[in-house]
């Protein structure tokens, strides 16, 4: 595997544009049917990959080159998307699980799936599962992020009066000491 796909941080130097995924579109022409990814088919000739500027915020995005009318269209009549360009964010080449996953969930996007439904969680889970938070330094340094720049820096129960630092990005669900439903 290149280090386009992970194996990055031991000096290597970033590629020029991230490897073309087939691989990932021969597993998902396994997967898929026509009428659910009706631009599968076109991806080999259609798709472009680049890199996203580190500092956004995404992991990935994919940007078709006509509006949402003529997607809709060229949907509903099976015809090619047209250019397509998945970006795939810098720091992935630092985790290989983590890319894998964004580039299945965009190249999931740029088949024709375009909403975030169950049917798209789940085949991306499928294909290429994501690493768990504790696994994947790029998932926990995003984390630390975000958390940098919420006001909270610390929870308080509002029925025991026990404080905490906080350590993760959603309110808790109970109190960790009195075991109360959460409520600051």
């Not at 031991?10 to 995924?21: K, R």
């Not at 990935?60 to 509006?67: L, Q």
């Not at 375009?114 to 768990?132: C, F, Q, S």
């Amino acid at each position: 595997m290149s280090n386009a796909t992970g194996d990055g941080g031991q000096g290597d130097e970033l590629p020029t544009q991230p490897d073309f995924p087939k691989d990932l579109i021969k597993v998902l022409k396994g997967r898929l049917d026509k009428k659910e990814a009706p631009f599968l088919k076109y991806l080999d000739k259609k798709l472009n990959m680049i890199w996203i500027d580190k500092d956004d915020s995404r992991l990935g995005m994919t940007r078709f080159e006509y509006n949402a009318n003529e997607l809709f269209r060229r949907r509903k009549l099976r015809l090619s998307c047209g250019p397509v360009t998945i970006g795939l964010n810098p720091i992935l080449n630092e985790d290989e699980a983590l890319y894998r996953n964004t580039l299945a969930h965009e190249l999931l996007h740029a088949s024709g799936l375009l909403d975030h439904g169950e049917i798209h969680a789940n085949l991306v889970t499928e294909i290429a599962p994501p690493p768990k938070l504790s696994d994947s330094l790029v998932l926990q340094e995003m984390r630390e992020r975000v958390l940098e720049k919420l006001p909270e820096r610390q929870w308080i129960c509002g029925d025991c009066g026990y404080t905490w630092e906080r350590k993760r990005v959603t309110m808790p669900t109970r109190c960790p000491k009195c075991a109360k439903p959460f409520k600051s």
